[in-house]
């Protein structure tokens, strides 16, 4: 079971500035997290793969072609300032 003095201890750590009625309210709930881990370490794992997730899941993503764009000038008319065929942004790097 976890104490009042080991949140404070994490609160600390976490930089949290916890009032007493927090830190009781996260002993009890600390708690009662580290009691259910302890049920889920009582389960008999010796055959179970480990896995990263619960389920397969894949990244469904398409082919990266290569395309220009039909409507260039509608684009550029949606930029803030544009300069002849091309966006004109602020300058971010220095000359030095």
């Keep these: 079971m976890i104490d009042r003095e080991q949140v404070r201890k994490v609160a600390h750590l976490a930089r949290l500035e916890l009032t007493p009625e927090e830190e009781e309210q996260f002993t009890t ?3 009662s997290i580290l009691d259910y881990f302890q049920q889920l370490n009582e ?3 010796s055959n179970v793969a480990p896995t990263t997730r619960a389920i ?3 990244n469904v993503t398409r ?3 290569l395309e220009t764009y039909p409507d260039r000038e509608a684009i550029l008319q949606s930029a803030p300032e544009q300069e002849g065929d091309f966006f004109k942004v602020p300058k971010i790097l220095n000359a030095d």
């Design 63 to 65: 082919q990266d072609n």
């Design 43 to 45: 389960l008999d794992v």
């Design 56 to 58: 397969d899941v894949s």
């Design 29 to 31: 709930q600390l708690g």
